[in-house]
Structure formats: C-alpha cells, structure tokens
C-alpha cells in the first residue's frame, strides 16, 4: 500500500512540480513539528514535579525572555514566504498560464459516468468525426491537451492522479485547464467529489497512447460508433430540471 502511494507514476509535464511541492511542503512543516514536540516534551521531562521545587511563573516579559518567542516566530514567517513563493510559482504554471494546446477535449461528469469528447481524425472538436466514450479517455503522449470541464447535473471533481490533476467540475461553467502526457499506459480516473450514492464507482480509465497507436484507436472508431454512443449517453442523462 505505502509502496503504491511512493511508486505512483508521474504521466503529465506538470506532475514532478506538484511532487516537488508536497516534498517541500513536508519537509518544512515536518521540520518544525518535530522541533516544537522536541522542545515540548523535553520541557514536560526536565521542569516535571519534584519535591522541595516550587512552580515558577515565567511571564516571558523579563529582558532576554522575548526572544525564545520572537527569533523562532520571525523564522516561522520566513518558512512560510518560502512555501507561499513554492506555492504561487507551481500555480501560475499550471493554473494561470495556459501554453498554446495541440488538441483540445471535453470532459463532461454526470451522475455517474465521465464522458469524454476527443477531437476526430480533422483534429477539430465539435465536427462530424468527434469521437464520443463513455469512462474511457484516450490521449497521445507528448500533446499538449486543453480540456473543457462540464457537469451535467452536480459538482463533480476530474482527478487524474498520475497526471497530479485534480479539478472541479461545476454545473452552469466550462472550465478549462490543460496537461501534457509524457508516460504511455493505463491509468486510473476518478471523481473525488462526493456527488451522490454512485460516486465511489464513477472512476474510468485513461490511456496514453504513441501517435501510433493512437491513431490506430482513432481508426477503430466510426462515426457511427460515435454518434450512437452519444445518442445512448445523452438518453440516460438524468434531468437537471
Ligand atoms: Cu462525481
């Protein structure tokens, strides 16, 4: 289980930022915790009860107390500039700063399905020869993806853990955000909102492909496959009236 959590495969350009901040993120918080436990329960040991020893109270107002406060808190406060720059920096690569896409997709989340809306062989979304899944999302490594998030009834979440994405999916907005595969193989999908009795099963599998095989999957699909699949998806939609 811990080997799993340690050994997860990084599959998109971004995900070694996002590890690199949850290491950093670690390593200063655990820093500190360690500190002020150790500081705690030495404290706890060496000033317990003892006979003939009477409480002392230590205001900290006494001149050279202040300062067990003042140089741990100024270094607190520079820890936390530190993850905040850490943080900002890995947000406006991934979240603010969109690069220029290669192919863009729509991700649609109802109760309790993901669909999936990837360009045909034009390349071009919203055209005869889209390619229409249900749980089952194919892309090409080293693409740059944008996606376009809908929700047809509540608040889903898209989370694709190799990828490090995790993202909203909110009813009545289109959001758009993007990812560049650069692992070939399976992975999981999975909704990480709670979004009604069947959300822990609204999971799909996403497959990163060669240019290869992903045009050889392309190939396999019809429109007809397509278009019926779609009509199939769209009749038991539930209402969001
Ligand atoms: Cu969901």
């Known amino acids: 289980m811990l080997e799993s959590i340690f050994d997860l495969a990084r599959a998109s350009s971004y995900a070694d930022r996002i590890d690199w901040l949850f290491t950093l993120i670690t390593v200063v918080v655990g820093f500190w915790l360690i500190m002020a436990e150790g500081v705690l329960f030495y404290f706890l040991f ?3 009860r003892r006979k003939g020893v009477k409480a002392q109270y230590i205001s900290g107002e006494e001149k050279g107390q ?8 100024a270094l607190v406060i520079l ?6 720059v850490g943080a900002i920096s890995v947000w406006v690569h991934i979240k603010q700063n969109l690069p220029e896409s290669d192919v863009k997709i729509r991700v649609i989340g109802q109760q309790w399905a993901w669909i999936f809306v990837h360009p045909g062989p034009d390349g071009k979304l919203d055209t005869e020869d889209d390619i229409s899944t249900v749980d ?3 892309v090409e490594e080293g693409k740059v993806y944008h996606f376009d998030l809908e929700s047809r009834d509540v608040v889903h979440s898209f989370s694709v ?18 990812f560049e595969p650069t692992k070939t193989g399976e992975f999981d999908i999975q909704c990480a909102e709670i979004c009604g009795i069947g959300h822990g099963v609204m999971a799909a599998r996403l497959h990163v492909e060669s240019s290869e095989d992903h045009k050889k999957w392309m190939a396999h699909h019809t429109r007809e496959d397509s278009a019926s699949l779609a009509t199939a998806v769209t009749a038991t939609a539930p209402s969001t009236e």
């Open 136 to 138: 089952e999302l194919h």
């Open 46 to 48: 060496r000033f317990r």
């Open 161 to 178: 853990p190799v990828f490090r994405l995790k993202q909203d999916v909110v009813p009545g907005r289109v959001i758009t955000g993007w």
């Open 66 to 73: 202040k300062k067990w406060i003042n140089i741990p808190h």
């Open 79 to 84: 820890c936390d500039v530190v993850l905040i």
